[in-house]
């Protein structure tokens, strides 16, 4: 494992997560399964802003094998757009800060960016699933506006499920949200 690592940590400080070596991508999402659930997530006492003004949830990509619960994994709460979804949000139940979305079966937890200090956020590489919006012409053109994700997109997971000898950790969270 690499020994550069930050420390995040939820808004309140109960739960915090060490992540080891540099983020597989850092990315803006517009699907609408993200938009929909930030609608309901936001809606939670003190839970901060997940979207931004033009619709995107900002996450940022890593390997399973590169993040550790440090403290608070107990306060996590799990949530899920209808019961068989394949993708979960995963909420500090303490303070009602999302903290990663996760896709069944997946090799990598998409953090919302949140959790880094303002100054300290990775860049956003590119923004994808912009067919899901009305208007994507409205975006501005600093990143790339991929329509759905890209080869590249999916490159940069192979490469990182390759590098990680093709393992999944898991990550158990004990309890549902219920919103």
């Known amino acids: 494992m690499m020994t550069d690592s930050q420390t995040l940590a939820c808004a309140c400080g109960q739960v915090k997560m060490r992540l080891a070596g540099p983020p597989v991508a850092s990315v803006e999402c517009l699907c609408t399964s993200c938009r929909a659930a930030a609608q309901i997530l936001q809606t939670l006492p003190g839970s901060p802003r997940i979207v931004d003004y033009k619709g995107a949830t900002a996450l940022v990509i890593q390997r399973k094998d590169r993040v550790e619960i440090v403290s608070g994994a107990h306060s996590l709460r799990q949530f899920r757009l ?6 979960r949000r995963v909420v500090a139940s303490c303070c009602n800060t999302p ?5 069944t079966g997946g090799h990598w937890l998409s953090f919302y960016t949140g959790l880094w200090p303002e100054g300290a956020r990775p860049p956003v590489e590119m923004r994808t699933m912009t067919s899901d919006l009305e208007d994507p012409s409205v975006l501005p053109d600093d990143v790339p506006n991929l329509k759905r994700h890209s080869l590249r997109f999916y490159a940069l997971l192979l490469g990182a499920w390759i590098r990680m000898r093709f393992r999944n950790p898991k990550f158990s969270v004990e309890g549902e949200l219920n919103v």
Do not use: C, D, I, K
């Not at 903290?99 to 896709?103: G, M, P, Q």
């Open 82 to 87: 209808s019961p068989g979804a394949p993708t």
């Open 99 to 103: 903290v990663f979305l996760e896709f």
